[in-house]
């Protein structure tokens, strides 16, 4: 496929999400139920303790991965219909704290990831079971064989992103205007990307410890496997996944 017919192509799968997006408002509107449980997971389509990012913190820097091509799919990733990002309203107020401190020392917050419809997730397990598509391996787990990303927990059939008060994110440093180099990049699969990874330089380390204290001074728990995931430790949902999609008329 060439360049144009690709972008085309894109476009139009676009305009037809973005329809469903609209769609929320319906659902809404006949009254069904938002709230599901299934094998012991509970289920919540009920976006109204989310709120927008952009205008909770308004600093921060937008870079909605698993909205564009560039992540470990290498196509945009079901429920991701605008590039926004959504939290709960408890995380995105933390957040807009650690903003704040982080100002201060001359950085921005850049945001991967938040809130993740539990169609992204199902989304990455079934790219995962499909062990022939690798063509983001050199990318993001070069030194990985595709069948091991489920066993070794790389790709789960949920993740915390879905109770909505988990976040990705790097700094962006507002002197040089660049993302600050972490020594490892966003959604790499490997060691590298443990935060107390220390075979990498002392400045890389120092930066990482830099995003992880402010995080933790505010509220955050780190992931022991990636620098760049936070979770809000007394989050508002701990049990449940929610299942809007990511787009301005969710939270409208
Ligand atoms: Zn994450």
Redesign the pocket.
């Known amino acids: 496929m060439n360049r144009f017919r690709y972008y085309f192509a894109a476009g139009m799968a676009a305009a037809v999400i973005l329809s469903g997006c609209a769609g929320t408002d319906a659902a809404k509107e006949t009254e069904e139920a938002p709230v599901t449980t299934v094998d012991g997971y509970t289920y919540s389509d009920d976006a109204s303790d989310f709120v927008l990012l952009s205008e909770a913190v308004p600093d921060v820097i937008l870079e909605i991965r698993y909205y564009s091509t560039y992540n470990f799919v290498g196509d945009r990733i079901d429920g991701y219909e605008e590039p926004v990002a959504l939290l709960t309203k408890e995380a995105a107020a933390a957040l807009n704290d650690v903003s704040d401190e982080l100002k201060e020392k001359g950085y921005r917050l850049k945001i991967y ?1 938040a809130y993740r419809p539990q169609k992204a997730v199902d989304h990455f397990v079934r790219w995962a079971e499909d062990v022939e598509d690798t063509r983001m391996k050199p990318y993001f787990y070069p030194d990985l064989e595709k069948d091991q990303l489920f066993p070794l927990g790389y790709i789960d059939a949920h993740s915390g ?1 879905s109770r909505g008060s ?1 976040v ?1 994110l790097t700094l962006f440093d507002m002197n040089t205007e660049k993302e600050v180099d972490m020594g490892g990049t966003f959604d790499w699969f490997g060691e590298l990307s443990h935060p107390d990874y220390t075979d990498i330089t002392e400045e890389q380390y120092a930066n990482r410890m830099i995003l992880r204290e402010a995080m933790l001074n505010h509220g955050f728990r780190p992931l022991a496997e ?1 620098w ?2 936070f979770t809000l430790d007394e989050e508002p949902y701990p049990d449940t996944f929610f299942t809007f999609p990511v787009c301005r008329a969710s939270v409208e």
Do not use: K
């Open positions: 990831d992103h988990t990705d990636e760049w995931h």
